[in-house]
């Protein structure tokens, strides 16, 4: 993570799973304060950045690739905002290319397996993101084509599988569990940056965040409602569910009966890049701000519910 010190010498620091290759790095980094203010964590799967000598040599266009695929410099954004807020927060460094932590570990185009296990799934409900390109591990770009020169083999497949997702999510589990036990309530806030949304017919602008819930699925139903309120008041234009509703991370980690909550935040690129949306520009500071504005409002929200909605129910 590219964050030094959050919080001081008492961080709490960790970091987990791996990225084979040349560089031999962990595939996430997390820091928190001794002691969280709020029952929140933030994490950021699709920020990494740390890419294989190999992994590059096979794509067909290493530059173009790596900017489509990530959610570009949101890790930025999630430092910033937990600087402000004193949140735990979970930065993968393994990036998209190699593979997607927000899809199912089944969600694979068999296609691009030279040698898939016996029984390989080709078509079904799990790997329906896959056949349109951007699956456990992206195989097309919309107006580019194929990604990689040559498929990946099985055992390269199981390997990112073994050291890069079933870590995280394992982890991220594990951390959401120990909010919950402390608090009553833990929410989850899963940070992603998007492109620019076209604005729809009768919209002087188009959105510049997309919240979303699994349509009312991964969470209590006053905590989306605040956070709309609350960029309704700084003049944030935003969306509910479309296009982007969540996907694997909030279907996997979400349990509001549980006492454990997510939200998917998208936030434009366009908001905290420059013009070319590759560089961090001067709104990212001011974006950062109005966001740790939006995890506090939300994480006093979740400590309410906690109070009264799952410490209650274990009790019963």
Request: charged share 25%; net charge positive.
């Amino acid at each position: 993570m590219r964050s030094g010190k959050l919080y001081g010498p008492d961080s709490v620091t960790r970091s987990g799973g791996a990225i084979d290759g040349d560089i031999s790095k962990p595939a996430f980094r997390y820091v928190a304060p001794p002691n969280m203010p709020l029952p929140i964590l933030i994490a950021v799967p699709h920020g990494g950045r740390t890419y294989p000598t190999q992994a590059l040599e096979q794509m067909r266009d290493p530059a173009h690739c790596t900017l489509r695929l990530e959610d570009r410099l949101v890790d930025l954004l999630g430092i910033e905002i937990a600087k402000r807020t004193g949140t735990g927060l979970l930065v993968a460094e393994a990036p998209r290319a190699l593979l997607d932590l927000n899809r199912d570990r089944e969600d694979v185009d068999w296609e691009m397996v030279s040698d898939p296990r016996t029984g390989g799934v080709r078509h079904s409900q799990h790997n329906r993101r896959a056949r349109s390109g951007l699956g456990l591990v992206p195989r097309k770009l919309s107006g580019f084509g194929e990604i990689w020169k040559s498929r990946l083999t099985q055992a390269e497949l199981d390997l990112r599988i073994d050291q890069i997702h079933r870590p995280y999510h394992r982890f991220l589990a594990y951390e959401l569990e120990q909010i919950r036990n402390r608090w009553g309530a833990a929410l989850l806030v899963d940070l992603h940056s998007m492109p620019p949304l076209r604005a729809t017919p009768g919209q002087e602008r188009a959105p510049a965040i997309v919240l979303g819930d699994r349509f009312g699925a991964s969470c209590d139903g006053r905590l989306i409602t605040r956070a709309f309120r609350y960029l309704e008041d700084k003049g944030c234009l935003s969306a509910h569910n479309r296009p982007y509703s969540g996907g694997y991370v909030l279907d996997r980690h979400a349990s509001p009966m549980r006492g454990l909550h997510a939200i998917q935040i998208e936030v434009c690129r366009a908001t905290y890049l420059d013009q070319s949306l590759s560089r961090a520009g001067n709104g990212l500071i001011p974006m950062a701000e109005m966001l740790a504005g939006l995890v506090r409002e939300l994480g006093a929200a979740t400590a309410g519910l906690g109070d009264r909605g799952y410490c209650s129910q274990a009790a019963e």
